[in-house]
């Protein structure tokens, strides 16, 4: 039986404000109407909307979501698959931050003071110094090592948090198109491409097309960043280096 937008709402805990504006950015559509004009969602849009809320809980932009699912090669057991591990490290995450929360209570409640490292210790798996004095002796002198430094010393550890999110969920979501079997110069791979292209942009220093394809080129020439990305998938490295080629020569193209 189709649903009302207020039965769904209430249903999904998604607010009706909310349902029209997946609406209006053609997201999520309802598949009938009655005859007084009213909205009416089906079963394959219950579905849409459970994936939607599943993306978004794991931090996807509504924007990554609407071209993840309008592909046509999207596959539902394969997004489950992902979202159930994703959703799976997160479990993993939250449950170190409840235990750090546990031990940050026992240190007060008993007066014994953590050291530093107990204190962040959770935190650790962010280390924007890492390989400083290589990057500042191979690229010091540029101008986009300079704006680097610069945008990075106002950084806080929140910051550098959710620059760390963004690059996972951009990794993961190239993982999922390499699982999916789907070619580096697909338009969905090379939007991923540009979002990786686009987040180096907005923290770090302008990134130009050309300057990401080189980039790209130690993902596979060096074996510390080829390492990073067989971690998540064997293969990874090439695919999203090969990816960011393509986009280079598409964004050189739009340019022609």
């Known amino acids: 039986m189709a649903l009302t937008v207020g039965q769904v ?3 999904s805990g998604v607010s009706v404000r909310a349902l029209h504006h997946y609406e209006a950015i053609g997201l999520l ?4 109407r009655t005859e007084a004009g009213y909205r009416l969602y089906g079963d394959a849009d219950l579905q849409r909307l459970q994936q939607i809320l599943f993306f978004r809980e794991l931090g996807f932009s509504l924007e990554q979501i609407g071209r993840t699912l309008s ?5 539902l057991r394969a997004a489950l698959t992902l979202q159930r591990q994703l959703l799976a490290e997160k479990e993993g ?3 170190a931050l409840v235990a750090a929360v546990d031990k940050a209570l026992a240190s007060l409640d008993s007066g014994v003071t953590m050291s530093k490292e107990e204190m962040f210790e959770v935190f650790g798996d962010v280390d924007p110094t890492q390989h400083e004095d290589e990057v500042k002796e191979r690229w ?18 929140e910051d550098w948090q959710r620059i760390k999110a963004e690059g996972d969920a951009n990794l993961q979501a190239f993982a999922a198109a390499l699982d999916a ?6 338009p969905a791979v090379m939007a991923l491409a540009e979002e990786a292209r686009q987040h180096i942009h907005r923290w770090f ?4 097309p050309a300057m990401h394809r080189d980039l790209a080129e130690l993902y596979v020439a060096d074996p510390r960043f080829t390492a990073t990305y067989e971690q998540v998938r064997p293969g990874l490295a090439q695919f999203v280096r090969d990816a960011i080629v393509a986009n280079a ?3 050189a193209g739009l340019k022609a």
């Open 71 to 75: 592909d046509p090669g999207f596959d």
């Open 249 to 251: 020569d598409r964004q």
């Open 205 to 208: 220093y302008p990134c130009s």
């Open 9 to 11: 709402a209430k249903l």
């Open 140 to 157: 010091g002198e540029t101008d986009a090592y300079q704006e680097s430094a610069r945008r990075t010393k106002q950084y806080r550890k």
């Open 181 to 186: 079997g789907r070619a580096p110069d697909h």
């Open 93 to 95: 995450r939250v449950r």
């Open 29 to 32: 559509a309802p598949s009938a």
